[in-house]
């Protein structure tokens, strides 16, 4: 056997050993990833991957019923875990179904990998099945889009999107991997050449922290605000929040980012729109620390709250700064970096502050408002009981997982949480439907823990029925639904100024009947009388790894402070004509019954 015959076969062995299908090449690149699962429906254009998925011991493809939910579960794993939610979708309506999920995650700064499929490229046939701009659709919603055109790119793509996706201010990222790329086997060279890099750090500027430290130093009354951005600073936060002696305060998506039991704490926002303990603390306020926040609609009560002059703003996406109040020092940073320079920088300037006053102000605020909350007589059950009783028997690293409704504003003034990345809602897209799903992923993700959904009514007429899905993964997660019949959050702000509700009662629905559906066990909370034990049984029955849906009948007539201050807010911005337009209406509504 000669020389020449010998290298020619090598080389043919070499092509062989070379060559994969981009389905096997996604699944790799994958595997290199912290990636633990992929949230989907297998079709006619990713069917290929689904299949080699099958094969890997590392990644847990999770069948879901609508794509929807698919986004929604993505979002929540990588809310709750340091790993990164993947979507693994068919083409046009599965990217249209999941877009809301996209949208939050892109709005709430989550980062996500959403991989479809995408027509073959390899025939000259236009109106192929889905075929449809799939980047274009999905501009709006992410950092970045890739289409991949041969093999060899896929790996270093996917590797390319996730650390666009982590790094900055992070966010979903979209591969488009035509059909016949996964199905056919090509050359790809040495594809372990490429390896994943994590995002670079960006640091703060020393000149800067230096002048914040010296501002924070000088003020009489520090303040602190923190968003999803302070996450991974919940510790150096509290430490240079007890040296400032300065009270704190959370956006609605940070809520968990600072401990709810801890004596500076003081709740979502800081103006009319929040709770005592919080407008109170706040109301002298000379230098606000602002951190990972962008003072969206939402925590500043429709930007209703007054920021001092003296603001200190750190944020790692400089585009935010100035935007809806301006900064007397703009850090761009990652929080935990900046807060640790500015901790030993403070320590450095000035002695530790003793201020035991506005500790046991916020402590009578908190008590007060509490007290008030719980002697309001009602036969059905009373949302400060209920988040009181929860709290006490829930434990103590147990993941809560909220839509957008009423409940979440009773939530935000009325449950405590101890550790960051517990308790997480969807914020600035502010999608319903989100619960349902979002508690899977996270359960999903923390397998070992607790995982409580709280939703109302009717975000859980919209993805309720995809608790088939923690039956089938057999996922213990406790669900309470609060039902009063009514789109409740958006009737209170048609009641107070319209004085009637429109389109904002909902159908006679038998939770029961979904209950039945899906597989889950079914409970009652009818009044208060029934909170206790009924808690205690849902979440002893959880163990077992059967979903639980418990029928709770809220009583939301009594209005949340963020309720009563968005609408004082939101009225007082209108001209004066139109004010008296909508109180004279009000009235007149009101007396004619």
Known sequence: MNKEFINKATDIVKKAVNKKTGAWLIVHALEQLPVSHTFGIPGVHNTEIYDALNSS?????????????????????????????????????????????????????????????????????????????????????????????????????????????????????????????????????????????LPKAIVADISEIKEAAKLLADSKHPGMFLGWGSKDATQVAIQISEYLQAPVSTTLQGLSVFPGDHPFHTGMGFGIHSVPAAENAFTNCDCLLAVGTRFSEIPTGSFGVKVPENLIHIDINPQVFHKNYPAKIAICSDAKDALNQLLNELQNIMPKRENSEI?????????????????????????????????????????????DG?????????????????????????????????????????????????????????????????????????????????????SQGQEIPYNRKTCTILGDVKIKGMAIATGAEYMEILNNQDIEITITKALTHAKKGQPVIVDVKIDYSKRTRFTKGVVKTVLSRFPLGDKFRFIGRAMARKISG
């Open 57 to 197: 011991e590392k990644i847990s493809p999770t069948l879901v019923t609508h794509e929807c939910s698919a986004a929604f579960m993505a979002d929540a794993l990588s809310r709750t875990s340091d790993k990164i939610g993947v979507l693994l979708i068919v083409p046009a309506a599965g990217i249209t179904h999941a877009m809301s999920g996209i949208g939050e995650a892109f709005l709430d700064g989550i980062p996500m990998l959403i991989i479809s499929g995408g027509i073959r490229r390899d025939m000259r046939f236009s109106y192929q099945l889905h075929e449809i701009d799939q980047a274009g659709l999905l501009k709006s919603v992410t950092k970045k889009s890739y289409l991949i055109k041969h093999q060899e790119e896929i790996v270093p793509t996917i590797f390319e999107a996730y650390e666009v996706a982590t790094s900055g201010e992070p966010g979903p990222v979209f591969i488009e991997i035509p059909a016949n790329l996964q199905l056919f086997q090509e050359s790809v060279g040495d594809f372990n050449c490429y390896k994943p890099r």
């Open 359 to 403: 500790e046991s102000q916020i402590s009578d605020d908190k008590a007060a408002y509490i007290k008030e909350w719980i002697d309001y007589k009602t036969d059905k059950v009373n949302p400060a009981i209920f988040f009181k009783t929860l709290r006490e028997n829930m434990e103590n690293d147990a993941i809560t997982v909220l839509d």
């Open 406 to 490: 009423n409940h979440t504003f009773l939530c935000a003034e009325l449950f405590t949480n101890y550790h960051s990345k517990h308790l997480i809602s969807p914020t600035d897209f502010n999608c319903m439907g989100y619960c349902v799903p979002a508690a899977i992923g996270a359960k999903l993700a923390n397998p070992n823990k607790q995982v409580v959904g709280i939703v109302g009514d009717g975000a859980f007429l919209m993805t309720g029925m995809e608790i088939l899905t923690a039956s089938t993964e057999n996922l213990g997660i406790v669900y309470f639904i609060f039902h009063d019949g009514e789109l409740s959050q958006i």
